[in-house]
Nanobody, 119 residues
Framework: QVQLVESGGGLVQAGGSLRLSCSASGRTFSIYAMGWFRQAPGKEREFVASFTWSGGRISYADSVKERFTISSDNAKSTVYLQMSSLKPEDTAVYYC????????????WGQGTQVTVSS
């Protein structure tokens, strides 16, 4: 089992920045990739960014490219999401997820952290 804990959400004005953190514990050696997703009220959860531990392959949703940066601290089993130039439409609950392998989807999830961007 893998446990994920997010932190770093909050309220910020449009144009501001926030950094989210996701710390993994448990069987972290079994993680293939970690990613960030978000879910706004009344909408489905959507992909934001992901990072593979082996090879460091990074992917972003088009809506956050050039504004968000995903990074990791392998020694701490932590993944970060640096969010800049935030927009009101970025308001959502942000979830951290972990994939056990390339052949499986995201099976582990954190509890989520609220990000609210005011206009």
């Amino acid at each position: 089992q893998v446990q994920l804990v997010e932190s770093g959400g909050g309220l910020v004005q449009a144009g501001g920045s926030l950094r989210l953190s996701c710390s993994a514990s448990g069987r972290t050696f079994s993680i293939y990739a970690m990613g960030w997703f978000r879910q706004a009220p009344g909408k489905e959860r959507e992909f934001v960014a992901s990072f593979t531990w082996s090879g460091g392959r990074i992917s972003y949703a088009d809506s956050v490219k050039e504004r968000f940066t995903i990074s990791s601290d392998n020694a701490k089993s932590t993944v970060y999401l640096q969010m800049s130039s935030l927009k009101p439409e970025d308001t959502a609950v942000y979830y951290c997820g972990a994939r056990p392998s390339v052949y499986k989807g995201y099976e582990y999830w954190g509890q989520g952290t609220q990000v609210t961007v005011s206009s």
